[in-house]
């Protein structure tokens, strides 16, 4: 009986563990013609990127040596590539004319690397990432000392191929278009760190950043160009940014194609003696760029050819990079959704971030950087939608954990455990020397038990554990924790903590800060962000830069919002002075804008209330014109200096009140601080400028000037307390400055000074800027220093549109109602 | 193929997911009021009336944390995916939810709804 043809399409990873798994069921059934287009036999090409990072050689990535082919009767034409399929004639036409017939065909042609259509993309020296000829060509040009490459695309070829280069000694740059690396895997926390793991390793990434052009020199490439202007000088270019299925030969034939070569769930193609597997394919819509789903899709293949049955469904995905000693697994889900809910575990020692989202009950998707040794765990639960609801305390914890306690609840799950299992996977205690600790040395505590034994005082995430062994070890006996308060549920450290953390591990980023401070939300929330958002301003004033999304409205759109959803406008008025020019400027505005109420303000200055949002650029654009700026009555920051008209006018006045005030405000004004801070300056102790109700409040007297600190008229009624008296006005605004820089640099987000000051005491407050001169200085030097930066009107920044332009004007406008739920 | 041929008609094309900051949100005008279009820091769009159910404040004013906003005027925070008020505030009242799709990039709008 003469054997049924089966010829393959693509000697790639496809076609041929499509014919391993026909051989499998029915070694005796077919004559099998494999055709590839590359030179070579058949290999692992995901491991193309530790052969060109130098860990693997091309002989180790082969899968089917020649005695592969030879042992199984497959002739294999190496080297050439079928040109055309004759459907009616049931035969395949190579390179040079050789025709081969077929009872059964498969379609394996993979998929083709996309090339973005920028000038200069046909220069030499520009590759993209597929075969082993690129990796070869990216060798040679590793070659050349001080060369550099930049790789177009921080998807996982991308940074794969940049990390291989980076070991091949030379400088590379990754280039992506979005803020966020590998962001269809990972989320913005997982991001950060893999950015930071990969710089480490001396691979550089722009993000965000659009290319446009890639630059050339006697026909070589040169550099990439980007739309900001940027050149990239490189003598490489790979291109990473995405794949298209090779379907032209299955279209050229007649078969049905969209983006793929469409299959139905026994991968069969619109003719029914056609097959197609791998990346070539469209299943169901979806077309795949991963090896799982093609040895899924490989099975179901097998099992048609061989008269079984089987269907394929789709597959579920998941990922890992594959850098050397950079953990990274996504699967699913990994950012939520819609009803999901997520599970945060960081470990900043280590150097982990783990995101575990559940949805109704079930994981829907994981991401892990760092430790990914639960992914698999993690993928298998995802699959198999087991429900989760019991083993939800410690699931993020991972399987060996988990799995050792599961089916009981907490408390019993902690008396289960061994003297010798761990607890606290930072500092290595294990249950037994907590229990010992408690005992011996009658610790009653959390904060006890942490001091002596060290569990949970690094990221705190095994907290509940400890206190239940304490509670298990001490009965009644456990007194439950007051300690400071954390800053919000997002973390259990306090605001003092992570202050001090900022500036000492130089944390300069939010995603920074929540890695090392073990934040237990993907992106905080709306009580730390804003305070996160202020401490790294006020910490790295001119490099930090201002996350508008993370400040409140207020501050975002330098307004006051009001009940209906308009908004106030509050000019400066330096010192509560104003000007008939002023005045007639603001009465302008009033009546183009047709505002509905203007106000004269507790702070000396005049409020505009009822401002739409769409015509706040155009009233502040007004305003600049008339000389006015914005008054930050919205700001935690510098608001009004309030001021008495002193011994320019009045018989009582001892000093030129509103001449200090005035130069404190032009001094001051633009700051930020932890909450509002209101100054004031009275000419004569009469205090008509109510001074000592004031956060600062000057008393001019006879011989010089008293200074006030820590007053408060608010919810809070408190008078202020003498902090010192100088002689001089230039002494006055030194000593103020240091007392503000001083209150920036240590008070807590939404702390206001007088509170601050019952926390941290007068007297240090006096040590640090009365009789320390030189701590003075250097306070009033940082000052200074942050007023750089700080003192941009942000009025006339927006009113130019050069910032947050489509803050103000709505998306879009429709004509009508939209469809609600 | 154009843009407009893969839409369908159901759907009101209102601008790219990158007009929405990331972690923030936008107002789209109708002639019943606002729609706040929201985006969170994992790239998701999200669409409800702008309209807190406790005082009327502009949700699309407020800070975007995790699938939440927090209301400008009384700090509640609402579900994005729900409309519905979270923690203490839950099951008192909510913000209607606009159906809302992403496609190549652009955010698109359920159609109106015609008056009957
Ligand atoms: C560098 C790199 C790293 C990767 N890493 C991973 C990873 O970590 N995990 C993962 O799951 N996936 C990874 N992938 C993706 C994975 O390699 C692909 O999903 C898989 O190789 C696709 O198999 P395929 O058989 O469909 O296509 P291919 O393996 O590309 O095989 C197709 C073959 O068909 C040949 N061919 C095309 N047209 C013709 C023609 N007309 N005539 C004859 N022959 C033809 C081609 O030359 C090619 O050899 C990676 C890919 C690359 C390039
Ligand atoms: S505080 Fe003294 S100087 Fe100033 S207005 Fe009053 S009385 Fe005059
Ligand atoms: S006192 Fe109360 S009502 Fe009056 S402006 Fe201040 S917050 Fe609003
Ligand atoms: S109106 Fe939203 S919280 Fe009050």
């Known amino acids: 009986m003469t054997k049924e043809r089966l010829v393959v399409i693509g000697n790639g990873m496809a076609g041929c563990r499509a014919v391993e798994e026909v051989l499998k069921r029915d070694p005796a059934r077919y004559d099998v013609t494999i055709f590839g287009a590359e030179p070579r036999v058949n290999y692992n090409r995901i491991m193309l990127s530790p052969v060109l990072a130098g860990e693997k050689t091309f002989d180790d990535i082969v899968i089917n040596d020649e005695a592969w082919y030879r042992d199984n009767a497959i002739t294999l034409h190496a080297g050439r590539a079928i040109k055309a399929v004759d459907i009616e004639g049931r035969k395949v036409i190579a390179e040079g004319g050789l025709e081969v017939g077929y009872d059964k065909l498969i379609l394996a042609t993979g998929s083709d690397p996309f090339r973005l259509p920028l000038p200069g993309s046909d220069l030499q020296g520009v590759v993209t990432f597929r075969d082993l000829d690129d990796v070869e060509a990216m060798v040679e040009a590793s070659g050349k000392p001080n060369a550099r490459a930049v790789v177009i695309g921080g998807g996982l070829l991308g940074l794969e ?30 991001g950060y760190l893999l950015r930071e793991a990969l710089a480490e390793r001396g691979v550089e990434t722009v993000l965000g950043a659009h290319s446009e052009e890639i630059v050339g020199r006697d026909g070589k490439v040169a550099g990439l160009k980007l739309k900001d202007g940027r050149v990239l000088p490189c003598d490489l270019l790979v291109m990473a940014v995405g794949i298209r299925p090779n379907a032209a030969l299955a279209k050229a034939a007649g078969l049905q194609v969209n983006r793929g070569v469409i299959v139905d769930d026994a991968m069969r193609a619109s003719d029914p003696a056609v097959f197609a597997v791998g990346e070539c394919v469209e299943h169901r819509g979806n077309c795949y760029g ?18 079984g049955e089987g269907a394929y469904a789709g597959s579920v995905l998941s990922t890992r990079l594959k850098v050397s000693g950079v953990d990274v697994f996504s699967a699913g889900k990994f950012a939520g959704g819609e009803g999901c809910e997520d599970i945060v575990f960081r470990d900043a020692a280590r150097g982990v971030y783990k995101r575990v989202v559940i949805e109704g009950g079930k994981v829907a998707g994981a991401v892990l950087f760092g430790d990914a040794a639960d992914g698999g765990w993690y993928f298998d639960l995802m699959r198999a939608g087991t429900d989760v609801a019991e083993i939800r305390e410690t699931l993020i ?6 799995e050792g306690l599961s089916g009981l609840d907490p408390s019993a799950a902690v008396a289960a455990m061994l003297d010798t299992q761990e607890i606290c996977g930072c500092n290595g205690v294990c249950k037994g020397a907590i229990t010992g600790a408690i005992t011996t040395q009658g610790l009653t505590t959390l904060d ?20 239940q062994v304490i509670r298990l070890t001490l009965g009644d006996g456990f007194k439950a924790q007051a300690g400071p308060k954390p800053m919000c549920k997002c973390t259990h450290h306090p605001h003092g903590d992570v202050r ?24 905080g929330c709306a009580s730390c962000r804003p305070a996160l958002n202020y401490y790294l301003l006020c910490a790295w004033p001119g490099e930090y830069v201002d996350d508008s999304q993370s400040r409140f409205i207020n501050e975002r759109v330098h307004a006051n919002i009001q009940k209906d959803g308009t908004y106030s406008v509050v000019p400066r008025m330096w010192g509560g002075m104003t000007s008939p020019a002023e005045l007639r400027a603001i009465a302008d505005v009033a009546d183009k804008y047709a505002i509905p109420a203007v106000k004269v303000t507790g702070g000396q200055r005049i409020d505009l209330l009822g401002v739409r949002k769409d015509d706040l650029p155009a009233v502040w654009a007004d305003l600049n014109a008339a000389g006015m700026v914005s008054g930050h009555a919205y700001a935690k920051g510098l608001r009004t200096v309030k001021t008495c008209v002193g011994s320019d006018w009045c018989r009582f006045g001892t000093q030129d009140s509103t001449g200090l005030g005035i130069k404190l405000e032009k001094f001051m004004w633009g700051s930020w601080a932890p909450a509002k801070v209101k100054l004031a300056v009275s000419g004569c102790p009469r205090n008509c400028a109510e001074s000592t109700c004031k ?15 820590g007053g408060a008229a608010g919810l809070h009624i408190q008078g202020t307390q003498l902090l010192t008296k100088v002689p001089t006005e230039n002494e006055a605004i030194a000593v103020i400055a240091a007392v503000m820089q001083m209150y920036r640099e240590g008070g807590w987000y939404l702390e206001r000074i007088y509170k601050w000051m019952a926390r941290v005491g007068l007297d240090t407050i006096r040590a640090a800027t009365v009789d320390d001169l030189d701590s003075r200085a250097t306070l009033y030097a940082r000052f200074v220093v942050s007023q750089e930066t700080a003192q941009i009107d942000p009025w006339a920044e927006r ?23 | 193929m154009t843009l407009q041929a893969h839409i369908d008609p159901h759907w009101r094309d209102v601008g790219a997911v990158t007009d929405i900051p990331e972690r923030g949100a936008r107002r789209v005008a109708t002639a019943q009021g606002d729609v706040a279009v929201f985006r969170t820091g994992d790239g998701q769009v999200f669409a409800l009336v702008d309209r807190c159910p406790h005082k009327r404040g502009p949700l699309s004013q407020g800070i975007v944390h995790g699938h939440g906003v927090t209301c400008p005027l009384h700090s509640w925070v609402i579900d994005l995916a729900t409309g519905q008020p979270t923690g203490a505030d839950a099951g008192k009242g909510c913000a209607p939810v606009v159906p809302v799709l992403v496609r190549d990039g652009r955010v698109l709008l359920a159609q109106p709804v015609m008056a009957d």
């Not at chain 1, 191929?161 to 091949?168: C, D, F, S, T």
């Not at chain 1, 030379?170 to 590998?182: C, G, I, Q």
């Not at chain 1, 914890?397 to 988990?402: H, L, M, V, Y």
């Not at chain 1, 900022?502 to 237990?520: C, G």
């Open chain 1, 799 to 821: 009113a130019t549109g050069g910032v947050a332009a489509g803050e103000f004007a709505p998306m879009a406008t429709l004509p009508l109602e939209m469809a609600a739920k």
């Open chain 1, 500 to 523: 001090k953390a900022i500036v000492e591990f130089e944390l300069k980023s939010m995603p920074a800060v929540f890695q090392a401070m073990e934040w237990t939300t993907p992106d």
């Open chain 1, 161 to 190: 191929a940049a990390y291989g280069l980076a070991r091949r000694g030379m400088a590379a740059t990754v280039v992506h278009l979005m803020d966020v690396l590998m962001e269809r895997q990972l989320d913005e926390s997982a």
């Open chain 1, 448 to 467: 006890d038990v942490r001091a002596v034994t060290k569990a949970s005082a690094s990221c705190g995430s095994c907290t509940p554990l400890v206190e």
């Open chain 1, 397 to 402: 914890f991972g399987q060996a954990i988990t």
């Open chain 1, 695 to 709: 956060d600062i409040g000057v008393i001019c007297v006879d011989s010089g000037y008293e200074i006030h600190v």
């Open chain 1, 290 to 307: 991963l090896v799982a789903p093609i040895w899924d899709m490989c099975r179901v293949l097998a099992e048609a050819l061989t008269d």
